[in-house]
C-alpha cells in the first residue's frame, strides 16, 4: 500500500505531461532598496525585490545558475521541493553542498516531481531576512484530479476555476527589519535575548511602516499579550507595538546590549501598495482569482482575509485538499495556501494581514481591485474587514481555518504503525536567543562551512542533533515543548512531507502512537490526517505540549529539521535527519569537486 502510494503520482506524471528542460539564472547583488520607504543594504535578485517568480510544469527539468555577487557567502534552498534523487540541490551549507563564495556561481538542478505553490530562499545565516527569496508555481499535470467539483458542480464555474489556477498569482507575505541580519544576528547574541521586534509588514516585497499612538495600541491589545505584559510590572507595548525588550529577556541576558530604535523608535514611511487588478470580461460567466499566499516571513505568523469576500482554500503546501470555504487563514512562516477568489462587484477591497503572534502587532494591506471591461470606474464600495489589526476576527461569525479538516485530495491512506519513533525535547536557554529541537543546540556556525554531510555518513549514535533512518520505514516523530512558555514553532522537514497524527497538552509519556492512540484516541487522525512539509507545535503558554508527525522515508539523503523562525533556527533550533543510510546516494562529481 505505501509503495503503491508513492508510485501512483509518478504513473501520472508520465502520463499526463513530457519533460521540458527549464533554465533560469539567478544574479544576486547587494543593494540599498526601501521596500517599506525606507533605505537599508539588502539582496537584489536579478536587480528586484522579490527576486523573479520561477514559473515551470510538473516534470520539467529545472536548472537554475546562481551568480553570487554579494560580500557574503550564500546558498538557495527550494522549500518544499522534495528534490527526488538530486539531495545536492537542496541548498543546504554543510549538508547537501559548500557555500557559494563571494564571486563563485553554483549550478542547481533538479525535477520538478511535484505541483503547487512553493519558494525559494536563501540558508545560509540569516541572509533570508537580507531579501533573498521569491516564488516557485508549478503548474499541475494534466493527469491531476482536481478538487473544484466539490466547490460547485457548475461547469462554466469548474471552467472558470481552472483557468484562475492557470494563471495563479503569487502573494508573499513578509515581515522585515531595517537591520541587516548579520547585525541583528550579533546583537542579539550579545545581548542574549530574541530581538522579536520588526518594522513593517510587505506584501510581494511593498509595505508601509504603521505607528500607532498608545491608545491605538492599548485598544487593540489581545488578552494573550497582556498576559506576557504582566510578567513585568507597569510594563507596555513599545511605540513599534513590540512587547519591550525586558519583558523578553525574563529577567536575563544583557539588556544595555539592545541598542535603540530595535524594540521602539518608530517612523512612518512609505514603500507603496501592492495592488492585484482584476479585469472580468464580456464572456466570463463566472470570473475567478487563485492566489499562491507564501508565509516569508522571519519570525510572524500572520492571519490572512480579504474585505467582503471569502476564499476557497483548494491547496495547502503544494497538493490539493479538500476545499474549505473561509474568511482568515493564519499563513505561518514556510506556509502556503493555494485559495480561490470569486468575483462579485466592481469594486476596491482591502487585503490584510495581521500578525497573531504575541511579541508584536504587525499589520499590513494591499488591495484587491475587481474590474468590468468597458465599464466606468466603480463608485466606492465600503470594504469591510473579517480581521482586526490585532489578528482577531472581527466577529464570531468568522470562518477561519482549519487545518484539521485540510484532508489531502485524492484521499491517501497511511499505515496504521511505524517502525520507529523518535521524540525531540525542545527548549530554550538564557534570555531566549539560544534554542533546542533536541535537547541540544546545532548551531548553523557549527556546520555551514563544514565538509557536506552529503559526502559521508556521519557516526553519531550519540549525538541528539542528527537522527539516522532505514529506507523504507515510516518514521514517527513527536515534538515536545517541555518548559513554557514557547512560541508555536514551525517544524520545516527538507525531503518531503509529512502526516499530522495528532497534538495535546501535557508531556507525551508514551512509547509509541499505538499506545498513545489507546489512552486517548480522541486526539488522533490516522485516516486521513494533513499533509504537509511543515506544521507549527501547539502554543505552549502555560503549561508543555506537543505535536506527532509520521512520514516515509523514501527520499535518501541528509535533510534537516529545524524551527522556521529564523532566530530560532540561528539560536541552534535544527537537527540533522540522515533519511536511508542504508540507501545512500552517490554525489556526482560536479558537485564534489565543486570549490
Known sequence: MSVLRYILPTLALALGAIADAKSFTLDLTWETASPDGFERKMILVNKQFTGPRIEITEGDDVTIKVNNNLPYATTVHYHGIEQLNTPWSDGVPGLTQKPIQPGKSFEYKWKATQYGAYWY?????????????????????????????????????IHAMEQAEKK????????????????????SKAADIQFSCYDSFLFNGKGSVICRTPEQIDALLTQERKDVLANVAGARMTDKACIPAAVIARGQGDLSKVPAGVFDG???SDGGLETFKVEKSNCDTEKWVAFDLVGAYG??????SIDNHSMWVYAMDGAYVTPQEVEAIPVANGDRYSVLVKYKQQGDFTIRAASVIATQMLSGTALLQWREKGQPEPTIVASTPWVADNGKPTSKDVRVFRQALAKPFPP?????????????????????????????????????NDSPV????????????????KNGTWVDMVFQATAPPQPPHPIHKHGNKMFLLGSGTGNFTWNTIEEAVAANGTLWNLVDPPRRDAFATPNAISQPTWMAVRYL?????????????????????????????????????????YD
Request: overall charge negative; proline content about 7%; glycine content about 6%.
Open 553 to 593: 522515508v523514501d527520499n535518501p539523503g541528509p535533510w534537516l529539521l529545524h524551527c522556521h523562525i529564523q532566530n530560532h533556527m540561528m539560536g541552534g533550533m535544527s537537527v540533522i535527519i540522515q533519511d536511508g543510510i542504508d540507501a545512500w546516494p552517490v554525489t556526482p562529481q560536479e558537485y564534489v569537486n
Open 168 to 187: 495563479v498569482v503569487p502573494l508573499l507575505l513578509a515581515d522585515h527589519r531595517h537591520m541587516i541580519s548579520e547585525e541583528v544576528h550579533d546583537l
Open 454 to 469: 552529503l559526502f559521508g555518513v556521519l557516526a553519531a549514535e550519540n549525538d541528539p542533533t542528527v537522527v539516522s533512518t
Open 121 to 157: 530562499h536563501a540558508h545560509y545565516e540569516g541572509l533570508i531576512e537580507d531579501g533573498l527569496y521569491g516564488a516557485i508555481t508549478i503548474h499541475p499535470a494534466a493527469s491531476h484530479q482536481k478538487p473544484f467539483s466539490q466547490i460547485s458542480s457548475d461547469s462554466a464555474a
Open 266 to 268: 518608530c517612523q512612518p
Open 412 to 448: 491517501i491512506a497511511i499505515p496504521q504503525t511505524a517502525s520507529v519513533l523518535h521524540k525531540f525535547e525542545m527548549r530554550s536557554e538564557g534570555g531566549s536567543y539560544f534554542w533546542a529541537l533536541n535537547d541540544n543546540f546545532l548551531l548553523p556556525a557549527d556546520y555551514e
Open 299 to 304: 519570525l510572524h505568523t500572520a492571519m490572512f
